[in-house]
């Protein structure tokens, strides 16, 4: 899967690529509406992705229909953050908007150790 990442020119990795392709990444948890795995194209030692399995924009698009979502998909995130934390010692927690954002579906990194590009 990292080289569709690589070659993929649209606005939607997650929606284009990795959720209709779930068998083909590395999942670590999954629920009904959220899916956690690690990044295909890592940018630290240890970098997991968890994203929506519809689609959201992005952190400031959500309204309070999201709610529910926004309430699963952070249970997910300190989950896999408190595993994380507990493995490494240390885990951050991520999204970017705008232009910092290169795929428009709100997803949350979730990371460890020092950048590996």
């Given amino acids: 899967m990292a080289s569709l990442q690589e070659t993929y020119e649209g606005d939607d990795f ?3 690529v990795a959720l209709p392709n779930i068998d083909g990444l590395d999942v670590i948890h999954e629920t009904r509406d959220v899916l956690a795995y690690h990044h295909t194209r890592p940018f630290w030692q240890t970098h997991i992705v968890v994203v929506p399995k519809r689609h959201v924009k992005s952190l400031t698009t959500l309204t309070t229909a999201d709610e529910p979502l926004v309430r699963e998909l952070l249970a997910v995130v300190a989950t896999v ?4 934390e507990a493995e490494h010692g240390a885990a951050r927690v991520l999204t970017n908007l705008g232009g910092y954002q290169d795929s428009k579906h709100l997803h949350v990194h979730v990371s460890s150790g020092e950048s590996i590009r």
């Fill in 14 to 16: 997650y929606c284009d």
């Fill in 81 to 84: 953050a408190a595993k994380v």
